[in-house]
Nanobody, 126 residues
Framework: QVQLVESGGGLVQPGGSLRLSCAAS????????MGWFRQAPGKERVFVSF????????DLADSVKGRFTISRDNAKNTVYLQMNSLKPEDTAVYYC???????????????????WGQGTQVTVSS
């Protein structure tokens, strides 16, 4: 198992920026594809972004393309989500997740990931 801890959330005005971090425990972090998901009150947890174990492959939900960027630093056991041009509809709890096992999967689905952080709140409001 791997433990994940998100940080960097907060209150920001529309148009502002935040950078979320997800720090992982353990020496095998570099093996794991990672994802970011978010969950707004009363709604399901939905896909935001994905990054492969090497960082060579990434993907973003259509709703955040052009505004968000995912990256990782395997030497620091950390994955990042840079969020720019934030909108009120980006308000949610943001979770990072790790996929620990091999095999084919749909990285846009929460069930494809095995280990989750506790989440960090992002609120976009004036």
């Amino acid at each position: 198992q791997v433990q994940l801890v998100e940080s960097g959330g907060g209150l920001v005005q529309p148009g502002g920026s935040l950078r979320l971090s997800c720090a992982a425990s353990g020496s095998t972090f570099s093996r794991y594809p990672m994802g970011w998901f978010r969950q707004a009150p009363g709604k399901e947890r939905v896909f935001v972004s994905f990054i492969s174990w090497s960082g060579d492959s990434t993907d973003l939900a259509d709703s955040v393309k052009g505004r968000f960027t995912i990256s990782r630093d395997n030497a620091k056991n950390t994955v990042y989500l840079q969020m720019n041009s934030l909108k009120p509809e980006d308000t949610a709890v943001y979770y990072c997740a790790a996929r620990l096992y091999s095999g084919s999967y749909d990285f846009t689905l929460p069930k494809s990931f095995d280990s989750w952080g506790q989440g960090t709140q992002v609120t976009v409001s004036s």
